[in-house]
């Protein structure tokens, strides 16, 4: 069995051609303290960073319900129309619920008048 071991002159002058084409004359600057002082990458970082301590509208919540305002403000127009048709939903069985359960009461009469 014969390997060849040397290419084609052309593929050669070709690669040359490629491996020219790739090289970048651009010289980095690393001048980047200069640009960015260290005073100003705190005042960055501080103004870019979450918050760490609680707003005043979250004090009364708990870490679920922190959750579910991440969830529900993440959520696209359709998306959030769809959970308020879900509420809207819920909302309209329950009322129906307690209709009944009242018309039950007073059938029962629980609701005595005094």
């Not at 993440?74 to 359960?101: C, F, P, R, T």
Request: glycine share 6%.
């Amino acid at each position: 069995m014969n390997i060849m071991t040397t290419e084609d002159p052309a593929e050669q002058s070709d690669l040359i051609c490629v491996e020219e084409s790739l090289m970048s004359l651009e010289k980095l600057d690393r001048a980047s303290p200069d640009l960015w002082p260290e005073q100003s990458v705190n005042e960055f970082v501080a103004q870019n960073s979450p918050q760490t301590e609680p707003s005043s509208w979250a004090a009364g919540l708990t870490p679920d319900d922190i959750n579910q305002l991440h969830h529900l403000g993440n959520l696209s127009m359709g998306g959030l129309i769809s959970e308020v048709k879900k509420l809207h939903d819920m909302a309209y069985q329950l009322g129906l619920e307690e209709a009944k359960e009242m018309t039950r009461g007073k059938y029962l009469n629980i609701f005595k008048h005094k």
